[in-house]
Structures are given as structure tokens and as C-alpha cells.
């Protein structure tokens, strides 16, 4: 089946740090990945997504490169702000196949002034 | 604010009752999802409608759950006979017509359940 693992949280950072979150998957068909994000008290929001290998999503600062050969698509984002603490979702989608996404538990960040 | 909508935001019930939640989805999308998120855990897919059409329905629950969606706008999940297992959070999502942007899944803010 699909699954997507991601690293257990909470990850605490300072301001301005370098972040990481893993993120990898096991697919039967060829994925779409995405990255949610969800905010204290809101929904869930797409923050970047990539349909194909090599792909590189990016917003907000963070990014992430569709990696076929590690089955992997880790968020990255060079300098975090306070405003990023969130939890933070992979997810995968099947193309044709529904369009329902697949997510990981969830990372919860939380950065410090 | 034409985002996705939910109602109502939270529900507390006892066991054994029944609950109706109420997804709008944004305006003239044809797709809308249901998905059950519990805590600390990432959202689960459960169902989803084109238009009036349940196309999957397979990853409901448990026969207490069930879905509508009659005028292809709209759209509620009920539970049955609620239990304590039940309490989550229930998301829904709609996603436009158009096929290139079918890939976004938009996500109303939730409809939380307690059950007592």
C-alpha cells in the first residue's frame, strides 16, 4: 500500500536556523507529494508540492526536491521564523487514482525568539 | 472568505447518539473529500464525492458512517451510534474543476468531535 513516514517531533529551533524535516514514502503507482502545513487554531494549508522526480516545490522560504532514487522529499528552509511554528504534513497522491492524499503523522515545529 | 466551510465547529455528544457535519466546499468545485484526523496523528481519507457521485467509498470506517453529497454542492457525514473512539477531528476538502489545479486539495478548518 502507500505510506509516508516522516521524523516524529516536536523539532525546537532558534530563529534563524537551518530546518529539516524528513519525509519519506512507499507508493504502488508514481506520487505527487506535497507539503501541508497547519497553523495553531487553522486548517490544513498546501505550502509546496512537486509532481515528478527532480521536481523542486518551493514557498514561503521552504523547499522541497522530489527524490525517485531515496523515495524521499525533506522540507528545508535556510533561516525558520517564530511565525513557522506549525505542524507540518507530507503527503502523497497517486496520480489517477482518486486524487485522495495520503499524510504522515505530522511534525510539530517550534521555534524560539 | 469563499474558502471551504464547516459545521458546526465542534460536537460534543454522548455515546451512542448520532451526528450530522455539514461541509460547503468553495464555489463550483466538483470533488470534495472527507478525512478523520485524531490527535497527533496526520488526516485519514475516508470518502469522496464528484459531483453527487460517491466514487470511494470503501475507506469509511465502519457501516455508522455514512456520506451524502445529493446536489453535487454540499455535503454531511454521519456517524451512528457514536462511541468514545469516534472523537477526532473531521476534515473536509474540495478541489476545482479545472484539471490543472486538480492536484490542491483545499481543506475547511475542521469540525471537531468529543464523544462522552
Known amino acids: 500500500g502507500n505510506s509516508v513516514t516522516q521524523m516524529e517531533g516536536p523539532v525546537t529551533l532558534s530563529e534563524e536556523a537551518f530546518l529539516t524535516i524528513n519525509c519519506t514514502y512507499t507508493a504502488t503507482g508514481y506520487p505527487s507529494l506535497f507539503w501541508y502545513v497547519q497553523y495553531p487554531g487553522e486548517g490544513l494549508q498546501l505550502l509546496l508540492k512537486a509532481t515528478k522526480a527532480d521536481d523542486k516545490g518551493s514557498n514561503k522560504g521552504f523547499e522541497a526536491t522530489y527524490r525517485k532514487e531515496t523515495t524521499s522529499f525533506h522540507l528545508e528552509k535556510g533561516s525558520v521564523q517564530v511565525s513557522d511554528s506549525a505542524v507540518y504534513f507530507c503527503a502523497l497522491r497517486i496520480n489517477n487514482a482518486g486524487n485522495m492524499l495520503t499524510f504522515g503523522g505530522g511534525t510539530r515545529l517550534m521555534v524560539k525568539p | 472568505d469563499t474558502g471551504v466551510s464547516q459545521d458546526p465547529r465542534h460536537k460534543i455528544t454522548k455515546r451512542g447518539q448520532n451526528v450530522t457535519f455539514r461541509c460547503d466546499p468553495i464555489?463550483?468545485?466538483?470533488?470534495l473529500y472527507w478525512y478523520r484526523q485524531t490527535l497527533g496523528q496526520g488526516p485519514e481519507f475516508l470518502t469522496y464525492?464528484?459531483?453527487?457521485?460517491?466514487?470511494?467509498k470503501s475507506r469509511l470506517l465502519s457501516d455508522r458512517f455514512s456520506a451524502e453529497r445529493p446536489k453535487g454542492s454540499f455535503s454531511t457525514l454521519e456517524i451512528q451510534r457514536t462511541e468514545q473512539g469516534d472523537s477526532a477531528m473531521y476534515l473536509c476538502?474540495?478541489?476545482?474543476?479545472?484539471?490543472?489545479?486538480?492536484?490542491?486539495?483545499?481543506f475547511g478548518p475542521g469540525t471537531r468531535l468529543l464523544v462522552l
Open positions: 464555489s463550483e468545485h466538483n470533488r
Open positions: 476538502a474540495s478541489t476545482p474543476a479545472d484539471r490543472v489545479d486538480q492536484e490542491t486539495q483545499y
Open positions: 464525492f464528484q459531483n453527487e457521485a460517491q466514487l470511494e
